[in-house]
């Protein structure tokens, strides 16, 4: 059973940045699609980034795209999320997971093996 632990989550400024981690144990972690999603207070959980198990197609939801860059290291069984430029909207709970499909989702549903979660606050 795979079990994900994310990581790196803090408080930082409007405008700086800070990578987040997702590290895999306790089985097979590279054949999957990885799922960054986040939730802020009150808000539905949504979408953020994936990157598929070759770490080829990476895919963005439109609010990050060219701020968010998604990443695998298969060695490490790590998936990151490099956050830059983050704005006050930023400011939620984020998760990553997995999508044992062969296409790449962004509905939350499809994934699983869903970790606890690390604090992102952005402040101005």
């Known amino acids: 059973q795979v079990q994900l632990v994310e990581s790196g989550g803090g408080l930082v400024q409007a405008g700086g940045s800070l990578r987040l981690s997702c590290a895999a144990s306790g089985g097979t972690f590279s054949r999957y699609t990885v799922g960054w999603f986040r939730q802020a207070p009150g808000k539905e959980r949504e979408f953020v980034a994936a990157?598929?198990?070759?770490?080829?197609?990476?895919f963005y939801a439109d609010s990050v795209k060219g701020r968010f860059t998604i990443s695998r290291d298969p060695a490490k069984a790590t998936v990151y999320l490099q956050m830059n430029s983050l704005k006050l909207e930023d400011t939620a709970v984020y998760y990553c997971?997995?999508?044992?499909?062969?296409?790449?989702?962004?509905?939350?549903?499809?994934?699983?093996?869903w970790g606890q979660g690390t604090q992102v606050t952005v402040s101005s």
């Open positions: 997971a997995l999508d044992r499909g062969r296409i790449v989702s962004r509905d939350s549903l499809k994934y699983d093996s």
């Open positions: 990157v598929t198990w070759g770490g080829y197609s990476t």
